[in-house]
């Protein structure tokens, strides 16, 4: 008996006293060492959670954060962890309907009040991005338009030596590379010039409109005059017996055949990374992996204008709380810290934004 007691009093002394304790002002008093578990994928995180470590232990000296880079399919492992007791206490992520509609995130409004944050500080449209059902589940990490990156070797190679009547853009002046605010109708048809053949082969490619992509197919589409109908909860759909709608995706399903833009099922010729493509869709975070690539062969112009509704595609992503974190206060203090001005300046200085 006398052992049974040591041990029941050895295990209640062991978990008396929390890791932290909040008092009802929302101030929070760290009581022991603890780590934060964040997740973000692999590659393109580490620099920008580093600069986050390091103003947030100045700020709570006894907490610890730990980067656990993510590589693969990084939607599907993140539901297996969360669902087996395992996920990180926060992460980064790119939509919250996979997460919250199972209620695995924390929601945040309440926390703007306790933490004297004001929610006027950030843009309406994109803390929209991160609500489900009228509930708000992530903080923005950066808001990104998409623009049509260029290969100038291409450029170079086909375009050089053009009178400016003869090339299918406007030209920056005194060059052969595309002017900002150039026509879809300038952007289909020099991705039809790019294109190279040997005998019935594509070699090389027009352009990545990145269709699959979430930021970017969808406007396009819209855009060119199609319509994608909203069904019941997130769900979408697009109605091909709609003649218009079909009629836009044989023309791009065309343009894909001509070699003009590539077919996201079909990567035969390789991508716009390694040289087989001479324009692409994309954003900010991937201008580092162009300047590896290309050293300063390689540049930039405005999305082109869409004929039928003027949009431009854009992205934004962010971060969220597990709602089982077992140190949730504490993650959402550092998700907090990450979205104020001295978080975002950090990450500024990282080049990640």
């Known amino acids: 008996m006398a052992i049974i007691a040591t041990f029941a009093f050895l295990f209640t002394g062991c978990t008396a006293e929390p890791r932290y304790s909040v008092d009802e002002d929302g101030n929070i008093v760290v009581n022991k060492?603890?780590?934060?578990?964040?997740?973000?994928?692999?590659?393109?995180?580490?620099?920008?959670?580093?600069?986050?470590?390091?103003?947030?232990?100045?700020?709570?000296?006894?907490?610890?954060?730990?980067?656990?880079?993510?590589?693969?399919?990084?939607t599907s492992q993140l539901i297996m962890q969360l669902g087996t007791g395992s996920a990180p206490d926060i992460f980064w992520t790119d939509e919250v309907f996979s997460y919250a509609s199972k209620g695995q995130l924390e929601p945040l409004d309440d926390y703007f009040a306790s933490l004297n944050v004001n929610k006027n500080d950030f843009y309406e449209s994109m803390l929209d991005i991160g609500k489900y059902e009228n509930k708000l589940y992530m903080m923005p990490r950066e808001y990104n338009k998409v623009v049509t990156f260029y290969n100038k070797r291409i450029f170079d190679a086909v375009f050089s030596g053009m009178s400016e009547d003869d090339l299918p853009f406007t030209p920056k002046t005194g060059t052969h590379y595309p002017a900002d605010g150039w026509t879809w109708s300038e952007f289909v048809a020099t991705?039809?010039?790019?294109?190279?053949?040997?005998?019935?082969?594509?070699?090389?490619?027009?352009?990545?409109?990145?269709?699959?992509?979430?930021?970017?197919?969808?406007?396009?589409?819209?855009?060119?005059?199609?319509?994608?109908?909203?069904?019941?909860?997130?769900?979408?759909?697009?109605?091909?017996?709609?003649?218009?709608?079909?009629?836009?995706?044989?023309d791009i399903y065309n343009l894909m055949g001509s070699g003009a833009f590539v077919n996201p099922t079909k990567p035969d010729t390789g991508e716009f990374i390694n040289g087989k493509v001479g324009m692409v869709f994309s954003s900010r975070p991937d201008c580092s992996s162009y300047q590896n690539a290309f050293n300063d062969d390689w540049d930039v112009v405005s999305f082109p204008l869409l004929p039928q509704k003027a949009a431009i595609c854009t992205g934004c992503s962010g971060y969220v709380v597990n709602a089982n974190s077992k140190v949730k206060e504490m993650a959402i203090r550092l998700l907090f810290y990450m979205v104020s001005e001295e978080g975002q300046s950090k990450f500024c200085e990282t080049g990640n934004c």
């Open 33 to 74: 060492p603890m780590v934060l578990r964040f997740a973000a994928p692999e590659g393109k995180f580490e620099t920008e959670i580093e600069s986050f470590k390091a103003g947030f232990k100045k700020l709570y000296p006894q907490v610890t954060i730990k980067f656990e880079p993510i590589a693969g399919d990084w």
């Open 191 to 250: 991705a039809e010039k790019i294109v190279l053949k040997q005998g019935s082969d594509i070699v090389r490619r027009g352009a990545d409109i990145s269709l699959t992509w979430g930021s970017c197919g969808p406007t396009i589409f819209e855009g060119l005059g199609g319509t994608i109908k909203t069904g019941s909860g997130s769900s979408e759909a697009v109605n091909f017996n709609n003649s218009e709608n079909l009629r836009i995706m044989t």
